[in-house]
């Protein structure tokens, strides 16, 4: 409901009855609220109008409809009637916030979102719980003033201050960081800072950012350096996340960098918080440092004026002083010495009204001191708060202060000089081990594990060392140098006599150095502790709400884990078991850290007493120590604890960011070289070799882009830098690799086009031998346009392909250039060679044809030869020069066959001459007439051929159905000479005889037939040589001509009788056999009946 609605309800509660008032009034400066309940029905980001009716009114009460709804506009009077409803009646209506209400929500440049919770933007509020009339309820008053706070432009606002950098800086962090002369003031604002100011303590603070279980950040306009830089600062927005009492630093997250930052209250202010009242503030801090720096400033220079005086000994004299030291009985040290401080206080007083003089005679020299007064500088008595009454009473007690001290001197170690003095110097050593450390906190940058174990090792052996060995010694050396010049007395360190030593002050002082030493060393112990603690667990601190199936949700180049000073450096890779993998193993960390911080601690025990070493006349026993470890075991468990979580943690997020990197597995372990040559097998179309080589491309930006070159993970700084390197490389070299394939490749096509046109260019350009090389040279021509529109194409296609390289502005060799320019050319050239091509094979055709008619002539010379050389066999008839004759035969066919290729082609050349064609009829006449020769002669030669080779071979190796038939064969083809020289019985003589002579080589195969029977055993060997009277024996190589030197032939049916008697023998031995196989198969059978009845007689039984 706004301000400016006419009518307004309002429940009014009247203490003490019964009933609440349900009131409307014309009030234009009030909003409607719930009585008792104001703060509980404010909404989360804007005025939620409340309700005027909280319930309903039932018709058992009110019978009669009465409206309570505003008057229309214009009819409102100016009083109105109260309607009295009954409190239990009033319905109970809830209006629950939403959650999408009660939060404020920032995006970072990254576009990262931060979740705040409503309450830490509210402005805080003290009201009454009864707000007074014309007074806004506190809820309304919140959202007026968080309205008003967020329009107000802070930077703006400074600037009508007067508050620029120069004045805000330097802050704590420039002042520690940067020299002093780098800015115009000398100390930074948060010095001078009056908490005053402040309307919340941190706690408070942080109490309006929980919500159920969880706590967040604050968000707040801070003054912050730009990107980590410390000159440059502006105001930035920033959460706030926590708060360190000891420091009173705050931590602050920048939205803008994504940094972390300690930074005082004064740099900052909560977006609760008024901008004016912290403007005001700014301005208080501003003043106050002004006047430090004008106080310092008069210091400074008042200093430099009375430095020469010092150490002078000459003094004023002051009567009023030396009346009251003439009275006073203290020595004449200290007389002098109060005489100095008097005289070195006039001294600062009159060179202060020097200098007031010279800034009210030259205020143009000194404008830093205008509007100052001097009193502001003068020194001032320290005020005394012991009253007279505290005075009287302590007079009235007449104590011996004498007797006290001598009291005191005798029970106290340091009764002496001595003493002090001795104690001194062991406290200086003792406070020099305090500022010692075990560990080392502070290494310039991140190294790996080993070398930081090492590290640690190699720090904690010296401190050690200096613990165990320098340290006794150089107390002992302090104690003796002193007491030893005091010589006998309490603290006498000549000692031989036990009981004496017991009773001495030496003892105690002893003791007291023994609990001073174990004070020091618990000091270092805890020191050490805490800050190796919290140098390797404050970066882990983040990982510790993390859970075990945690998942990485950020990109590779942002961190979720930001930390500013990581501890560990690791390098993230792949290996070949395609595994992503750290340098060192993130479950390393947890039990090494632990095992170092444990051992480093560990060497400080074992320190000596220096009882021994100081007591030189007494014996002390061996195992005298000092306590060490044992003084921090408490906290050691509890940091130990701290460390074993905090790493135990820190695995989860190396994990998941090393997953990130699963992707890159399957690139990285790619062996290009056998990727290439199954790219180069595809032999994919330039527009997919172009789409290749741009992915890669791509993706080698990509990575370029996405992943970064470190990255902090809490304690980690992990370097990806080599594995994007390698990849980005790797893609490189595939993409120049591809170059170069497609390079080759088209190398190869220039190649083959080159080829071609050659090719073509030779056929056309070669010179005829024939004249059927001439025409088809002239054939080959006609083909020759269609083929060059055909290459002109396959060119085309290949200076497309050579696009592809142009628009990468690859850069070809020099001689690949040139024969892409030279295949361009040889269509033209090839079709000028065509043009002149039938004007030169006119000529040719001429010469061709002079040349053909002696090649005729010339042949039928050749055939008239041939003839008389066919005649001539009919004069040979000699069957023992068979052999002689077969060859000649073979000489004249050959020539025979030559002829007739040589008479083709003359009937070829005929026709393409275009002259009539040859006569081949002699010559198929003298074929004709040769064919009986051939066939007689050929036959006789074979049958001697095969004879030769069945009884020269071994007999087991012969194929006597293969002899047989071609021995048949040989026969018919006699006979059928015998029939083709009817006229001639000279020949006819020489078929009959070799026809006698395959009769005469029957009985000689039907012997080797015997021979190879396969019942033919030794004893037939034995046998066959008894009957020709030789000892015959056999063998594998045992040839046909081994037997006939045996006399054989002349036993020919005994060799058939012994291979009859042979099978026979085999057949009774196998009909033994069968008989045998038979009478055994009875008994069997037998056996087995009689086994089959005894079993059926047991089953009856």
Known sequence: MDANDKTVGRFIDKSGDSTDTLTYRSDDSTKSRASGNQSSRSSSSSVVPLIAMQGAVTEEIFPKHICILPPRPGTATKSFHELYIPRHQLAQVFYPIQEAQRWLSLTDKNGKIHRFPLPTILPKVIQTRYVPKRHLPKDVEVDRRRRQYAKINLAEELLKAGITDDVLQPTEEQYNMLSEFAFPHKFPLSYFDDSNYDINSPEAWFELGVVGDERYPLPARAYLPLSRGLVSCRWVTAAVSAHDPETDMWTLTSLEDDCT?????????????????????????????????????????????????????????????????????????????????????????MALYELEKFILLMPKEFPQFRNISLKDFLPHAFHVNFSAVERREMQALQ??????????????????????????????????????????????????????????????????????????????????????????????????????????????????????????????????????????????????????NYIWTNNYIDTEFPYPKPVFALSIGINEERRVYYSTEPEEFQPLVMDIFKRGLEKTSGVRCVDAYVMTGLHFAPNLYILTVELIEDKFIEQNALIAECYGQAVLPLRAYARLYERFINFYLLNVNKFMVDYAAVHKPSSQVKFDILEHKRQKEEIRRILPAYITIGPFHINVDTLKQFLIKKHIDIVRRIFEYYVDRMYETNDALLERCLDMYNKISERPISIEHLYEIRDYALTVPALVDQLRADIQIMWLEYDLLDSFFYNLSDHQFVMKWNVYAWPHQIMQRLSTLKEEQKIDIEEFLRQHSSECAGFEERLESLNDEVQAFSLQFNPNRAQETSVDVKKTWVLINELEKVGQTLQYRQA?????????????????????????????????KLED????????????????????????????????????????????????????????????QDLRNENWMHVHWVELGQVCGNDIKYSIAMNYQYLIRKNILDFLPQVHAISERANNEAEEIRRAIEEEERRKQAEIDAILLRKQLRKCRRDIL
């Open 399 to 548: 104590l011996d202060m004498v007797k006290k001290r001598h009291d005191l001197l005798k029970a106290t170690l340091f009764y002496c000089g001595g003493g002090i003095e001795a104690m001194s110097g062991v406290a200086v050593e003792c406070q020099h081990i305090e500022t010692m450390a075990i560990f080392v906190c502070t290494f310039s940058k991140p190294m790996p594990l080993v070398d930081f174990l090492q590290s640690q090792e190699a720090h904690s052996d010296n401190v050690a060392t200096f613990l165990k060995v320098y340290w006794p010694q150089q107390i002992t050396s302090v104690i003796t140098v002193v007491l030893r010049a005091l010589g006998k007395g309490w603290l006498d360190i000549s000692l031989t006599n036990w009981p004496v030593y017991e009773m001495c002050k030496i003892s105690r002082f002893i003791l007291q150095v023994k609990f001073r030493m174990q004070e020091s060393m618990q000091v270092l112990l805890e020191t050490s502790l805490y800050t190796f603690s919290r140098f390797v667990c404050d970066p882990c601190l983040q990982f510790l709400k993390l859970k075990k």
């Open 949 to 1008: 080779a069945t009884t020269g071979n071994p007999i087991v190796q012969l194929d006597m159905d293969d002899v047989w038939n071609n021995l048949m064969n040989l026969r018919s083809q006699l006979e059928s000479s015998l029939q083709d020289f009817n006229e001639k019985p000279e020949i006819m003589e020489v078929a009959r005889t070799f026809i006698k002579k395959i009769d005469n080589f029957v009985p000689i195969y039907n012997s080797i």
């Open 912 to 944: 393409l001459f275009e002259l009539d064609p040859l006569s081949m009829e002699f010559f198929e006449s003298i074929v004709s007439s040769f064919e009986p020769y051939k066939k007689l002669w050929y036959a006789c030669a074979n049958f001697q």
């Open 261 to 349: 930052y300690l930074v005082p209250k004064l740099q900052f202010m909560f977006f609760a918080e008024n901008p004016h009242r912290y403007i005001q503030r700014l301005k208080a801090a501003i003043h106050e440092r002004h006047k430090g720096e004008q106080l310092m400033l008069m210091e400074l220079i008042v200093d430099c004026v009375l430095h020469e005086d010092l150490e002078s000994t000459s003094f004023y004299t002051f009567k009023p002083i030396e009346a009251v030291l003439e009275r006073a009985k203290i020595s004449s040290q200290g007389k002098r010495r109060l005489r100095a401080e008097v005289n070195l206080v006039f001294e600062r007083l």
